[in-house]
């Protein structure tokens, strides 16, 4: 049994990874989102969704950062440079009483250097993916050609993009705004 929270820094970026492990997965995973793009009765209804069942992913961002208990959780995974004492809190909500959980944070090469500063004295083994010689998971392959394909879709129509194509663009452009500290 597993139960999995991926935070990330925005809501767009919560939505868009959501959306790829949604349709790279399709119904072998549960996959959940919580944002505040939603409405509070769904994020309560999503939020008790997660907290009953288990073998089930949940993608959020900062509405679930603080004030949220969600049992049996075994496994945080932060998206983005985070402020020590958010990653600590985040990262409890693994290994509870007594139970097991791992945390993972995934950084870009931009972001290392200054989470190694802003973690520094945590028990943290740092470990890196060269992107640029290719990357070989099934899941990233996925994900890359739902994106081809559709951003060819557009190119095709000359339409505006949509779909994955134009929330990759808000996902980056909410995600750049967060970095800048706009």
Same mark, same amino acid.
């Given at each position: 049994?597993?139960?999995? /929270? /991926?935070?990330?820094?925005?809501? +767009?970026?919560?939505?868009?990874?959501?959306?790829?492990?949604? *349709?790279?997965?399709?119904?072998?995973?549960?996959?959940?989102? /919580?944002?505040?793009?939603?409405? =509070?009765?769904?994020?309560?209804?999503?939020?008790?969704?997660? *907290?009953?069942?288990?073998? #089930?992913?949940?993608? !959020?961002?900062?509405?679930?950062? +603080?004030?949220?208990?969600?049992?049996?959780?075994?496994?945080?995974?932060? #998206?983005?440079?985070?402020?020590?004492?958010?990653?600590?809190? +985040?990262?409890?909500? !693994?290994?509870?009483?007594?139970?097991?959980?791992?945390?993972?944070? /995934?950084?870009?090469?931009?972001?290392?250097?200054?989470?190694?500063?802003?973690?520094?004295?945590?028990? $943290?083994?740092?470990?890196? $993916?060269?992107?640029?010689?290719?990357?070989?998971?099934?899941? #990233?392959? *996925?994900?890359?050609?739902? #994106?081809?394909?559709? =951003?060819?879709?557009?190119? !095709?129509?000359?339409?505006?993009?949509?779909?994955?194509?134009?929330?990759?663009?808000?996902?980056?452009?909410?995600?750049?705004?967060?970095?800048?500290? =706009?």
């Amino acid at each position: 049994n597993f139960k999995v /929270i /991926i935070f990330s820094s925005t809501a +767009r970026v919560c939505g868009l990874l959501a959306e790829f492990f949604g *349709r790279a997965y399709g119904k072998s995973r549960k996959v959940l989102q /919580i944002h505040s793009r939603m409405s =509070q009765s769904k994020r309560t209804s999503t939020s008790m969704k997660f *907290r009953n069942e288990s073998n #089930v992913i949940l993608f !959020t961002s900062d509405v679930s950062a +603080r004030g949220v208990d969600y049992p049996d959780v075994t496994y945080v995974i932060q #998206v983005g440079l985070v402020e020590k004492a958010t990653y600590i809190h +985040r990262l409890g909500r !693994t290994a509870r009483i007594g139970k097991n959980g791992k945390g993972l944070i /995934i950084l870009n090469d931009n972001e290392f250097k200054g989470a190694m500063r802003v973690l520094s004295g945590l028990p $943290i083994k740092p470990s890196s $993916i060269d992107f640029k010689s290719g990357v070989s998971h099934p899941l #990233v392959s *996925r994900v890359l050609s739902m #994106v081809k394909l559709e =951003q060819q879709k557009t190119e !095709t129509t000359g339409k505006e993009p949509q779909g994955l194509v134009k929330a990759c663009g808000q996902a980056y452009v909410a995600w750049l705004v967060k970095a800048c500290g =706009q």
